[in-house]
T-cell receptor
Framework: AQSVTQPDIHITVSEGASLELRCNYSYGATPYLFWYVQSPGQGLQLLLKYFSGDTLVQGIKGFEAEFKRSQSSFNLRKPSVHWSDAAEYFCAVGAFDSGTYKYIFGTGTRLKVLA | DAGVTQSPTHLIKTRGQQVTLRCSPK?????VSWYQQALGQGPQFIFQYYEEEERQRGNFPDRFSGHQFPNYSSELNVNALLLGDSALYLC???????????FGQGTRLTVV
């Protein structure tokens, strides 16, 4: 079965510190991978996506993610966190299932940034 | 390009009532999917519409139904509302076979 696991429910970092959010997926075929950010009461904003090619992908707001097929992981990183990065982050895999393409989301990681 | 638009943005309903949520897909898209995001959870796939037919359904009861119109817009209907139906409902559009969907800002439904 297809699934996405985000092991960290909450993460707290100090402003200016580096950040890594973990994401592991289970999917039998080549995955299409996404990271979204959601501020309170808002919809989803796409940070970055991986379809194929270079396994290190760059996104908006200074975020990057690395696809590691051997570890079934797609971890999100940022070298220096800003207070405005406090939000909830969702990893998702795009999967074809009986001809239908849909997203499977993880349960999210809530990021808190300390001043 | 207006992107994916959903209406209304917020609404409050009473248990047992029925609600209809609306979605206009991004220009050029023909496939609409609906997701439910309960508080503190990731979005969960409800169902997908293409060519005015439901193509696949997630693990949601028959109280959840939908429709797609000839202009590709879609409605999500929920009957006999329960408190547990309170959630953010997200609409996503794409083209059949494409691998990136575009999400609307969602409709926040509160059932009291």
């Amino acid at each position: 079965a297809q699934s996405v696991t985000q092991p960290d429910i909450h993460i707290t970092v100090s402003e200016g510190a580096s950040l890594e959010l973990r994401c592991n997926y289970s999917y039998g075929a080549t995955p299409y991978l996404f990271w979204y950010v959601q501020s309170p009461g808002q919809g989803l904003q796409l940070l970055l996506k991986y379809f194929s090619g270079d396994t290190l992908v760059q996104g908006i707001k200074g975020f990057e993610a690395e696809f590691k097929r051997s570890q079934s992981s797609f971890n999100l990183r940022k070298p220096s966190v800003h207070w405005s990065d406090a939000a909830e982050y969702f990893c998702a895999v795009g999967a074809f299932d009986s001809g239908t393409y849909k997203y499977i989301f993880g349960t999210g990681t809530r990021l808190k940034v300390l001043a | 390009d207006a992107g994916v638009t959903q209406s209304p943005t917020h609404l409050i309903k009473t248990r047992g009532q029925q609600v209809t949520l609306r979605c206009s897909p991004k220009s050029g898209h023909d496939t609409v999917s609906w997701y439910q995001q309960a508080l503190g959870q990731g979005p969960q796939f409800i169902f997908q519409y293409y060519e005015e037919e439901e193509r696949q359904r997630g693990n949601f009861p028959d109280r959840f139904s939908g429709h797609q119109f000839p202009n590709y817009s879609s409605e999500l209907n929920v009957n006999a509302l329960l408190l547990g139906d309170s959630a953010l409902y997200l609409c996503a559009s794409t083209n059949r076979g494409a691998t990136e969907a575009f999400f609307g800002q969602g409709t926040r439904l509160t059932v009291v």
